[in-house]
């Protein structure tokens, strides 16, 4: 039997979404909820051709449009197939088996698992009882392996952020770790560290299509960093890392950015709408800036998910994290997508545990649609 490398071994598999979500109410993922601009749709037809089709990806033109909308020069800028390539390259570029990566816990877990397929190893900055997670606790889990810190600003599950000092104090103490900066929520949380790129060389920034652009499907990430931390990035990637449909869908997506904004004030104000009904019934939650709201609905939080899941609303259970048992995160969608939610949500009042950890009263969730008990 022909044995993989032992760092291979020893993982653990990523949990992707489940089949079988097309149609229902996606508040899962994190995805965009209503979907791309049209035109981003009819652009897409436009490529769909047997030429188009038969041609690999031509990516001058891509590049330089790109980078003139991030503000950056083109040298500057890196495709990726989607943020997980992205991290993908950093590991490829810059980690050695036994070097450290430094990560907030929780946190995407597909840090993680890349630089463990790299062979390295993993140390964890954990939220504080409040979820809050400084500077000095980041740079308390550096050490002399450690290659690099990843951070998601916003982060995922949590939905908050490092603030802008705190990186700053991050970026100027660790000159010898590279910081990655993951910006997939930016469109809803609005600060950015990109102009930040030529003053730190130690800093990459990651943007993707896939969230407030609604393309995740077609897989475009964007890496942004300073020249000399590009050069060997683009040596060490496969030369066609993104594809013609998806450049073009981007290129296309970014001429409409106005109806990207409008849908991220959109999902803003659901999001704060969700966290006033949380308010109103006493369920826990953290205060977030991004897409999505972590609550804490207690013990029945897996049996709430799945017996949403049979209504076509989907929602992610992070129980799985011994630290967040209990805890859903919803993403927010539109009004009347977050009214569905709402209004689904308040059958299981009296089975969702407040902050005080009480219930309203005890009541059997019943039989799912399985025949299963939930």
Known sequence: MVRPRKAVERLKAYRPPREGRGGKLRLDF?????????????????????????????????????????????????????????????????????????????????????????????????????????????????????????????????????????????????????????????????????????????????????????????????????????????RAQNPFAANSLALACALEAIRHDKYVARYAQQVCNSRDKLCRYFDSIGIEYVPSVSNFVLARVGAKASEIALQLRDQDILVRDWSYDPRLKGYLRFTAGSSAQTRKLIQALAQFRDVMETRDGSLPRRKSLGKSSTGRSR
């Open 30 to 234: 994190n995805e965009n909820t209503v979907g791309c601009a049209p035109q981003v749709v009819r652009a897409l037809r436009d490529k769909l051709n047997s030429d188009w089709l038969s041609r690999y990806p031509e990516y001058e033109e891509a590049r330089e449009t790109l980078a003139a909308y991030f503000g950056v020069s083109v040298d500057e800028l890196l495709l990726a197939n989607g943020t997980d390539d992205a991290i993908k390259m950093v590991c490829d570029t810059f980690v050695n088996p036994g070097d450290n990566l430094v990560v907030p816990a929780p946190t995407f877990p597909v840090y993680e698992f890349f630089n463990s397929v790299a062979g390295g190893r993993t140390r964890r900055a954990r939220y504080d009882e409040n979820f809050h997670l400084s500077a000095d606790m980041l740079l308390a889990a550096v050490n002399k392996r450690t290659r690099w810190m990843a951070i998601a600003n916003p982060n995922n599950p949590t939905g908050t952020v490092v603030s802008q000092p705190d990186l700053r104090k991050i970026l100027r103490e660790a000159p010898d770790t590279l910081i990655l900066v993951d910006e997939a929520y930016v469109d809803f949380s609005g600060e950015t560290v990109l102009p930040w790129i030529r003053k730190y060389p130690n800093l990459v920034v990651t943007r993707t299509f896939s969230k407030a652009f609604g393309l995740a499907g077609l897989r475009l990430g964007c890496i942004l960093t300073n020249a000399e931390i590009a050069d060997p990035m683009r």
